[in-house]
Nanobody, 121 residues
């Protein structure tokens, strides 16, 4: 059973920074894709950033230059460093993992519980 446990959300002032972490647990050999989505009130869930095990990254245009995704493959953990935060970054952030190889085989599309990020003065 693969579980994703996020941490690091909270309240921050505009222009501030936060770092989200998400650790995957289970009998995991490898994780091909890890990433972050977010959902603001009244809006659809959107991709924020994703990263392959090889280091290829993908970012939403709205966060390019401000957010940085990184991974520690040995710890099965993904991070999201968020700088120059804006009120429009306020949302529930979800971590994801896809194509996860475990003792039981390959699993797809795992989600962690959301963590709230609020940017307000």
């Amino acid at each position: 059973q693969v579980q994703l446990v996020p941490s690091g959300g909270g309240l921050v002032q505009p222009g501030g920074s936060l770092r989200l972490s998400c650790a995957a647990s289970g009998s995991i050999f490898s994780i091909e894709f890890m990433g972050w989505y977010r959902q603001a009130p009244g809006k659809r869930r959107e991709l924020v950033a994703a990263m392959t095990s090889g280091g290829t990254t993908n970012y939403a245009d709205s966060v390019k230059g401000r957010f940085t995704i990184s991974r520690d493959n040995a710890k099965n953990t993904v991070y999201l460093q968020m700088n120059s935060l804006k009120p429009e970054d306020t949302a529930v952030y979800y971590c994801t993992a896809d194509r996860v190889t475990t003792l039981q085989g390959v699993g797809f599309d795992y989600w962690g519980q959301g963590t709230q990020v609020t940017v307000a003065s």
